[in-house]
């Protein structure tokens, strides 16, 4: 398995337009078939090429499931990123961390793929989302941390360990994405914003205003 600083610094290149249309149709696939019972051919079908191109590009059927799961991370990243630049404007440290939040664990909790394999493949994804989740955890905390101290570095943020709230912040994340029913609101966002700003930044030692 790639190392943590490989696996974020694929996540965070800008995605390949001239694989993206075959990166798509294996997504649908999954979304239609789950991973297991998707083949190449049909991956291939759906792309509009022949089996024998897409081995040309895919030695194999597990490392196209990882170019589409990096995929799906670079765009899990661009929403947060671009929710989180929207809420920037004219808006205090802490309401930007309230999105930080919001934006992370909506996002999360809502991934179609996600939520695909874990009802009709767990036992395929939750070894990775539980005992095996010390990476995808480690790049979660990588990249929230990253955001975290941006607040910081303008002032507006009074000083926490930015590492621990970002494990914090992807623990929580991880945990409802495992089990979504709760009190803590997943699919309003104005609710996760109240959430977290009632809640999560108390927790962490920041007073709204």
Partial sequence: MPSV?????RILEKPRAEGEQLLESALSAF??????RTSMGEIARRAGISPATLYRRFES????????GVREAQLFIAAIDERVQAAAVGKSGDA???EVFAAFIIQ???NKLLRRLLRTEPDTILPRLTTEAGPVLAVG????????RALQASGDLPEFDADLVAEVFARLGQSL??????????????AARE???????????VRTV
């Fill in 141 to 148: 905390r990588t990249y929230l941390a990253e955001k975290l």
């Fill in 31 to 36: 979304l239609d078939f789950g991973i297991k």
């Fill in 96 to 98: 930007q961390l309230v």
């Fill in 108 to 110: 999360l909790a809502n």
């Fill in 177 to 190: 994405v495992l089990t979504p029913d709760g009190l803590i609101p997943l699919t309003d966002e104005a």
């Fill in 61 to 68: 059927k597990n490392d196209l499931v990882a170019a589409v």
């Fill in 195 to 205: 959430f977290a700003r009632r809640t999560v930044l108390p927790m962490i030692g």
């Fill in 5 to 9: 600083p490989t696996i974020l610094q």
